[in-house]
């Protein structure tokens, strides 16, 4: 028996009562201000466009039963623009100048709380408190190792079109081209087994050092081979809110050491379901007729992340249950809340590939 209760509902035919596309645009020259809180602090009206949309959106995306789905992709959109900057681009240097602006964190602290007190609806946190952490944690590594195929991944498997499978790419890229960035935010500081885990997962998804070998590497192989862009966020466009919320949530969890069990619990989530949900892809991808190099980054995990789920579970997780006693189920926590963020995502960009797959044919 899982924690799941009742999924908040989400209307994608809610009445915009503001202009969400312009308000974004406002916040995106915000965030090229030169010295945005001194320009704040002389100029408060600056902002106030900007503010008044952000209130409006959060009241319209987490305090009503039926949300607005444009209200979420506001806020979500918002919210990676802001977390991005805590990760390197090798870009113009002067996009960072607001890097560490209070005003920026003021926002993102006000779009992450409610947002997470929302997501949280979902989540019985009582029932995992009184739950042996270790067995559930087993319970559900074995379940997500080697699940039956949902409708959604036989969709992909056995429906999705070349056009489909682009958009597939082209989602997945937004996280695909950056891979494991959030993980290395967490493995400074005391050394100990568990970090030395860690780190070594690290570089095996860093390719040991070696950028043929880099899994980033793989997912832009894969890109130029079906003939798409490689650069980084180039179909930032077509991402649904409910994949800007997988990763946005990545960050929330990494970024804050009082949520790194839960971060562990997220990690092991991933490092379990990749095999099964890649092999999907790979499948698809094959009975497409793309050559290796088009289905190459899916291949690469799901033979690497069979060992590194393993790793997560016996060398990661199962030792922080007896550090952090009275806390452990937290990883719990973070491994359903994974879970439930990765389904809803998946279905999202399935949707998603149905929309185009559609509009290629009309």
């Known amino acids: 028996?899982?924690?799941?209760?009742v999924v908040p509902q989400v209307s994608s035919h809610t009445v915009t009562k503001v202009n969400y596309c312009e308000a974004e645009d406002d916040f995106t020259r915000l965030l090229q201000c030169d010295d945005l809180d001194l320009k704040i602090a002389t100029t408060p009206k600056y902002v106030e466009l900007f503010e008044n949309t952000l209130s409006f959106a959060i009241s319209d995306a987490y305090k009503k039963d039926i949300a607005s789905s444009?209200?979420?992709?506001?806020?979500?959109?918002?919210?990676?623009?802001?977390?991005?900057?805590?990760?390197?681009?090798?870009?113009?240097?002067e996009n960072y100048v607001n890097e560490n602006s209070a005003f920026l964190f003021s926002i993102r602290k006000k779009i992450d709380s409610t947002w997470q007190d929302w997501e949280a609806r979902t989540i019985d946190v009582n029932f995992l408190k009184q739950g042996d952490v270790e067995a559930a944690l087993r319970k559900r590594v074995a379940e997500d190792?080697?699940?039956?195929?949902?409708?959604?991944?036989?969709f992909f498997r056995s429906e999705m079109s070349s056009i489909g499978y682009r958009r597939l790419l082209a989602i997945s890229s937004l996280d695909g081209l950056v891979e494991a960035s959030q993980l290395s935010r967490v493995i400074g500081g005391v050394g100990n087994e568990v970090q030395a885990m860690l780190t070594k997962i690290l570089l095996e998804e860093y390719g040991g050092g070696k950028l043929a070998r880099k899994h980033t590497s793989f997912f832009s192989t894969m890109l130029k081979a079906v003939g798409m862009s490689v650069k980084p966020e180039a179909y930032f466009e077509v991402v649904p809110w409910e994949v800007l919320a997988n990763i946005n949530h990545s960050f929330t969890v990494c970024e804050s050491k009082r949520n790194f069990l839960r971060y562990i619990g997220s990690l092991l989530y991933f490092e379990t379901s990749v095999p099964a949900a890649f092999q999907n892809y790979k499948i698809a991808g094959e009975r497409l007729g793309f050559g290796y190099e088009a289905i190459g980054y899916w291949d690469v995990h799901i033979k690497e992340?069979?060992?590194?789920?393993?790793?997560?579970?016996?060398?990661?997780?199962?030792p922080l249950i007896d550090c952090y006693k009275n806390l452990a189920w937290e990883i719990v926590l973070g491994y359903d809340q994974q879970r439930f963020l990765s389904t809803r995502?998946?279905?999202?960009?399935?949707?998603?590939?149905?929309?185009?797959e559609q509009a290629e044919s009309d």
């Open 1 to 5: 028996m899982h924690s799941m209760s």
């Open 345 to 356: 995502a998946s279905q999202a960009v399935a949707l998603s590939v149905g929309q185009a």
């Open 70 to 93: 444009a209200a979420h992709l506001f806020l979500h959109r918002v919210l990676y623009k802001i977390n991005r900057l805590k990760i390197f681009w090798y870009d113009d240097l």
């Open 305 to 318: 992340d069979i060992r590194h789920g393993q790793w997560m579970l016996n060398d990661v997780a199962i």
């Open 145 to 154: 190792l080697d699940p039956e195929p949902s409708p959604t991944e036989l």
